[in-house]
């Protein structure tokens, strides 16, 4: 279980990166996270959909419909403005995995003096 | 159930007031998602029950699909952050905008007309003349009847479409009506001179004759968008209660 306040922002890095590399529908957006992150992140699956919106309403994304197997499919993919986002979020994660491992590695030096 | 508990699942952000093409788009995505699941879950070896609940636990409960779109106060209606706006200052913009419109394509006809006659010293018959008067009669009938009607069924359509409450649809329609009824569009031509003339039984000099055509309009054009109004609802009400009764998968 993964505390939410944690998942601030990592559904939409995630969809991100996986949307840099190609264009990609709700469900194999959800597939390619599981395997990405090997089931490490569970989410209701459904609750992607609304990320991808609001993605696109800020024009991070753009979508397209698309008939594969005689069903129309809505395909996403990420604009410039995506990949400016992303690289930003990329940055914030970075900086914030890199100082937690640096909190939780080092030694405490911390004493108490009476 | 799941066409139920999808449409109990749109209900909930219409009326949070989501806007309806988002939710159109999500619950079309869900199912689309949903059925995927179920493919995958039979090509597991589930049985098709089996692969429809865990299809629907996968998917998410419904509070967590509606609170992850209620959290994006930017996937919210214009209607429903400013009502006051969209049924209040919405329906006189609209009069304004189609009574502009209305006059200005009369003015334009006639100006036409009027260079046409003084270009090729051309005059109408008596008989033309009361043709032409007569189209614009019912040309100034279409804005003075037509435009108040058609803005309030406009509003009607799009408060149900957003399930809001019926206060904001009741208070669009009946300033629709009441202003666009008493507003007077009249054209006469005494074959010298033509006079293209607008008024509102609304402002002074108050007459009689105005008053009571005014009231008449907006008392005609109300009853008809209402009546609109309840047939709509009625359907959509009917329509909610034919898809609850259908259940189709086992509750979570």
Known sequence: ?114 | MLQSRFDELRERLLRAGIAPRHVRRYIAELRDHFDDLVREETANGASQSAAEMKARARLGSDNDLAETMLARPDLRSLMARYPWAVFGVGPVAMLIAGLAAAVAIEVGVLNLISAQMHATGWKPSPAGLRRFILAAEVWNTLATYVAPFVIAVTLCVMGLRQRMPAFWIFTGIVIACVLGGFQEVHFSDDGHHGELSLGSGLLPPFSMKMVVGGLYRAVITSAAAAALYWFGLRRQRSGNTTIDSAATLPAE
């Open chain 1, 1 to 114: 279980m993964v505390n939410p306040n944690f998942m601030n922002g990592v559904p939409e890095l995630l969809i991100l990166r996986l949307l840099e590399a190609q264009e990609m529908y709700g469900y194999e957006i959800v597939a390619a996270i599981r395997t990405k992150t090997a089931d490490a992140i569970s989410l209701g699956e459904g609750v992607v959909y609304p990320v991808l919106h609001a993605l696109e309403r800020e024009g991070a994304l753009k979508s397209r419909r698309k008939a594969v197997n005689g069903r129309t499919r809505v395909y996403y993919t990420v604009t410039r403005k995506g990949e400016t986002r992303l690289a930003g979020l990329v940055r914030q994660w970075t900086h914030i995995t890199d100082s937690v491992n640096r909190a939780i590695r080092e030694p405490s030096h911390a004493s108490v003096t009476i």
